[in-house]
């Protein structure tokens, strides 16, 4: 028994050994073959869908697939999932699920449902409205409507351009859109134009006059009236200026134009040093009760001086004519002489300057470019306006006039009240210079009284006496305020 019973264990085992191994192989096979489902997705894997359209299936397919064996028919049947609502803004998701034998296989898509319609602008238009620029464009009237958010005219954002209007409004989505009204002007933008040119190139002086300017549309409508000016021109002051010529309309619109002014310093002769030995007399603050008296002087010695002149003398003014009209040189110094008043601005200085400036003019018929500072340059008696003097001394210059201090002071307005301190001073002065410039006061008598003794020791000892003139040597000091 237990013997048979060993034989018939021993016959299964030996048939049930190779359906083993049979089944080991094939589950290897598998194993090897890493058997899964495979989905081919028509269209793209992410979607995008026009918000208010239906969506439809692009479709997909599905087959079995491994590595060893390939793909093994026949197709699968594909379940798809997912509802996508394209009337609602969104992303959706499709699942595409597929089943073969044990194994089952899962695929996604993804649906966009966006807003890529920009909203609508819609303009009106009023019958028989014809505006003018002048009175800027009166809005007509305008709509905006988006598919998704409704009405939108509020949100619309309008640009006036002058010649057209630019309406522009986005959606909640961000999309943009912009119409361009043109405005159809019946009398348009007027233009602006400078009388003397685009660029006006000045000599340095007291004053500048704008030459003017036009303004007139396209209708022959004359807007110059209405061109407001910006800017400023300093004329005393060499440099490059701009002045702004605009019209603006109602509405804020401009037209404008800009007007280069360069203002060119004046160039002064230069100066020479004359071989001779030269002394320059020269008298300020005159005329006055003296002048005569020293005319007369120099006139019996044929020697010419200079006379830097001033009108605080009335009844004397007759002086200068007559010390032009005698060859002497005639200069401004100042009309008032008032420390306070000439230097507590430019425009002061100038002021006084051209008062005296035509006192010379009316006494002699002419100009003279040649003055003297009260106080010469280098005073300190206008410390009070910080840098007028080096302000001035340049603009006056970039004029064309040419200061003159002195080497040699009498001191006549100082200590010195006699006649031999003036003509030892001076002579005192002269000493080792060829050339001098002397400055005395022909309103102190004893000074006016020195002068015939001054000319004789300068002719003595080798001088010739000359007027000034704008290439004589001027004698600068330097500035100290
Ligand atoms: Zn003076």
Redesign the pocket.
Known sequence: MAKERKTEKRGLRRRMLPLCALLFAAALLLALDARHVRFYLSGPRDLELPVGSEYAEPGCRAVSAGSLFGELGPELHVTAEGAVDGQTLGVYTRTYTARWLLWEGRAERRVYVVDRTPPVITLTHREGYAPSWLDGYEEEGFRAADNIDGEVTAQVERVYLGDRVEYSVSDAAGNRTTVTRQIPYSVGRPRIRPVGGERLRLPASFSFTDPGWTAFDDMGNDLTELVRVEGAVDPTRPGVYELRYAVENRAGDEVSFTRIVEIVPAELPESVTPEEKTIYLSF??GPGPHTAQLLDVLKAYGVKATF?V?CRYPDYLDMVGRAFREGHSIGV??AS?DYYGIYASEEAFYEDFKACEEMIHAQTGQYTTLF?F??GSSNTVSSFNEGIMTRLTKSMNAMGYQYFDWNVDSDD?GKTRTIQGVVQNVENGCQGKDCCLVLQ?DVKDYSVAAVRQLIEWGLENGYRFAALDMTSPPAHHEPAN
Do not use: E
């Open positions: 300020d603050d830097f001033t110094h100042s002489h003297r009260p106080g307005a006061h």
